[in-house]
């Protein structure tokens, strides 16, 4: 399983690997889902365990049947030798910080998405560019600035990073994006997908079906 190749996606970046949060957004119209190991979640305020420790419920998800991207972690990284465990699950793509990917991430044979660290700087910009792959996580959004609303300045630095990596653009919901901002965003051409997390959708299954069906709606509308 790859990314869809189209516009207006709407992924899912799960607070905690649980598989009644995955049923949830499969069920509200998610497009794509996002699960992360490894890694003390900021936005969330949520840490994830190792590869073996999440496991069971990361195969439960992936048998939700949607299209599951996995962040393999930031300042600890899944290892080497648990590659050939992790190609074995079937992931539709890996998600780290630009900053932060080894090599050997490619070796599980799907897409790596590099993510800005929560800058625009244009060493990251760049970095992004010339990594193999058609996708870019704009996480441009300074911590100081979750959950506040979009900002001017915010869609001026997406255009720079459309305009510099030249790759399709998920913007992730560092902002508290609610879906009548969504069309703002779609008005730069290289933003390619929401991706709606603990901001918007809650820590619970009841509030994150919500919120993604509130997207869902929206986004439908808009590319009808």
Known sequence: ???????????????????????????????????HINVRHLASGTAFGTLSEERERLT???????????????????????MPELKEMRFAFLDAFVDSIRPYLYDAGIPVVPALPHSAERLFLIRARDLPGDWVEAAAVDSQGYGKPPEDSDF????????????????????RISPGDVSRYFEIPQVAAIMIGAIV????PGSLGRATGEFRRELDRLFA
């Open 1 to 35: 399983m790859t990314l869809p190749d189209r516009r207006g996606l709407l992924i899912v970046s799960l607070p905690a690997n649980d598989p009644a949060l995955a049923q949830a957004a499969r069920d509200a119209g998610a497009d794509v889902i996002k699960v």
């Open 201 to 204: 959708t809650g820590k619970a």
């Open 60 to 82: 439960q998800i992936l048998a939700t049947g949607l299209p599951t991207g996995l962040v393999p972690g930031e300042t600890e990284m899944v290892a080497p030798e648990e």
């Open 156 to 175: 001026a630095t997406l255009r720079t990073v459309g305009a510099t990596t030249k790759k399709h653009l998920i913007v992730p919901t560092q902002r």
